[in-house]
């Protein structure tokens, strides 16, 4: 027989999962909600759903269609938040553009993604100013002065709020096909040129279904609910600051949007506003604990999930020591991002400050419709035994289908049907996901693999160091074999002999191989960094895989 | 322009919202997690995948395909949780039968679905025994004897156990259309015979998604998270067990289902698995208190939300007292059913004891993707002010799209683009929606309307009566009348001056019109009631609205 389908009523309302719906209903609860930006504005929701429909009227107005690219370049803003209802609710696409590349990459995003309408913050004007000559698609830059009382530059067709306030607020969204691609931003890879991954209405509406799941049920559980108040703490261009600006918005609470990141703005608007959730990379939430620790800011009740890189149990437990709730959560551009968030399910996980320190610094588990496992490189299941090493491999309804324009990228992206994130994890009987290392991190030595994130935390442990990273560098005998990248204290010198104690230790509880035990470091006054503040080993691997051995 | 569309990579995974993928990541997690059945089963979520593996296969052996009706006739079982998933998951069609309505009507709304194959519990053997002969489309009865070592009647092709052990776990499921139907089930409207409503795959799932959502953040809201343990004391024949045992699964968290309700076995079985989670009608949560009353079981802790009926104050306190935490939702069996859930937003909703039962007995606030108004009979949108009346009508993805083969009741139902509920309610600035009466049931009386509900818990307070309820009875001059129906005490004999009483009160408060003030009323030994326990009204009009005016 064939599958029972029924006749919908005539009037029966139709509801294609585009992302206008996630404002369904938010009106009727949060209309007088506040949302705050630094010192600069505070307005209700129902100012917010007029905002979202001037953007849409003043785009319109200057020719955007369905279809077409608009690029966003703020920071973190109450503006970013309404080009991102407004701009996909049009058809249009939203390009949310990392501002911390370099111009030259900037440009090749905007011009692979065919952006034809840039908004653009003030503090970027000199990037546009420098590749606007590169960019023969683009029609119209609105400028974005944030309070500033300059003029603009000549190449703008007008200011943001100047126009915002001229266009009307009731722009009429409708419904179209929830397939329809509603964000696309830029990853940089390993080599070349960065690659594009975008997101349909669809995929957006149900990762923030998803990804909003009750994981706060263990008050130990940093999550975002109804009574909570906002602020997003990793940038806005990055994967749609992890979808919690929609979530947020879905749920109607209060928000607090940071604009450019200034520790002391941040603490200040925390307390002011009583902010109890955010999110961010380990790099902001030590520069947040810096400046509290400098201004005596109290953090207690503060939930931050952190992602982006792997979170330390020492900078954990720093964060818990100030009565804040920290937890890890795991995803990357390619997967919108969320795939797998810390939590405590059981009495022992939250038993002891211990126990919540592996619970809560370990990536976590799968969120709803999340299915992962770990795979070697014929694509076979490794057990979940939390000791097996394997590449980590994901299947949900919001992962990017391709990268766009790349059919080579994107064939080895969903190689055997599943997406490849190229991270090697480790899944334990109870379900939780460690990352371990990135595939191309990883350091493969005598027929062991060295685990280079956990050697770059004993390393980190070691005297007289402030920082340190471990590349695998080729090595004619092993294979490869582990270089220690090490920034040392002010005034300090650490020697082979000295980053090797806790390595030792490590190796003599049988809590690493024994082929960890370092042969070869380097120093350096600092670590090369990425756009998005991780520590950039592509750089070191491109300088001392050509010098291996060095410093030995 | 068109729309944006990108080709995704050959190999991407396609993933429509289909039940199997309810189940993604569940056995990661959960695998070693447990079910319990009363103190008659208890296995792990390992084996349940089998076992909905085994049903799969055993139906699929008795001849169901794709397209088919199975109807399920369980009390709340381990069993019935395997046939949400393993029926639908097969394409066929899963019938929750509603075993308290009258043979003639069961065997109706079989007829009407056309169910082919029956899973069916010894208790309910008398009923089938009674219809079959009129349920020629029925191919094929399995029996479930749930322990019971008795003879088979000689019209089941077997046992549902017995089936089960001899068929295989490993029933390939495969994808298909999202929209395919997965469940239908029957409502008992006002008139003539029960309609048909069901469910697709794709607003199941959505369903399940949106009603988890993070109304569990205010620690005093009673919500469903990945740490508790769960226990359904609603029927799951009624309208999925208001979706919580779809979203238990999906989070993995530990079940207990108490098989025919018995207050003194659901009590041990609380007590016993540590049950944190539960929700059902007011009736049964009188019947939980009794009971504990009676055997001195502690119920701290116990999280149970409450449907299906007005939670009145009183028994919200009366939980309380007890160490519940108890909170109202709204739906329908035409709305999957989740629309509301109270909830605790403000440090206001939660500061005082009188506050929470202010907050947790409206029946709150929409969950994501709803959205609602309440309208005049023109479907103009009244306002959100907490006083003015409308009917309530609803848009979101999971509601039935029609009532099965009536096209004139679907019409009605979907009039001007929005699901009328046919319950009067207000909505609140803060957009807690508040049931205010059935749309049949308000009295319209003197051109005011009568709020029969707050009229009943108003004279069911009066001295000297057990139960009362109120109805709209024709008066030729005002139009209608309220009309009171009371059962009283042991050995007491209410009179028209004492149900008044209270009723006086609440007219010199404000808190009700004068038009409310009682000038008839008849006694009855008992209400009469649904199949699912709540008061008949129909029964009543239809014998007072004959005989009005009798026993002023």
Known sequence: MPLRFVEPAAE????????????????????DQRLIYRNQASYSYRELMGRIGRLASLLEALGTEQGMT??????????????YFAVPMMGAVLQTVNVRLPSSQIAYTLQHAKAEIILVHRDFFPIIEAIRHTLPEVKTVIAIMDGADEALPTWVAGEYETLSAVASPDYSFVDFDENAVATTFYTTGTTGNPKGVCFTHRQLVLHTLASCGPFGASSASPSLGIDDVYM???????????????????????QVYPGRYEPAMICDLRSRHGVTYSHCVPTVLEMVLKAADQSGADLTGWKMTIGGSALAKALCAEGRQRGMLIGAGYG??????????????TPEDVATEEAMLSTFTVAGITVPLVDVRIVDDAMNALPHDGVTWGELVVRTPWLTSCYVGDAKASAELWRGGWMHTQDIATIDPQGRVQIRDRLKDVVK????????IQLEELVSTSEGVAEATVIAVPDAKWGERPLAVVVPLPGMTPTLVSINVPVEKAIADGAITRFARLDRFVILDALPRTSVGKIDKKVLRARFNEEAGVST
Chains 1, 2 share one sequence.
């Open 232 to 254: 997003p703490l990793t940038p806005m261009f990055h994967v749609h600051a992890w979808g919690l600006p929609y979530i947020a918005t879905m749920l109607g609470v209060k």
């Open 70 to 83: 608009v690029a966003m370049m703020d920071w973190d803003s109450h503006r970013y938040l309404e080009s």
């Open 445 to 452: 030595t005598g027929g062991e693999w060295v685990d280079s």
């Open 332 to 345: 990357m551009s390619e997967t919108c991002p969320v795939i797998v968030k810390a939590a405590g399910r």
């Open 12 to 31: 029966a309302h139709p509801f294609p999962l585009t992302i206008r719906h996630l404002l369904d209903g938010v009106l009727t609860k949060a209309g």
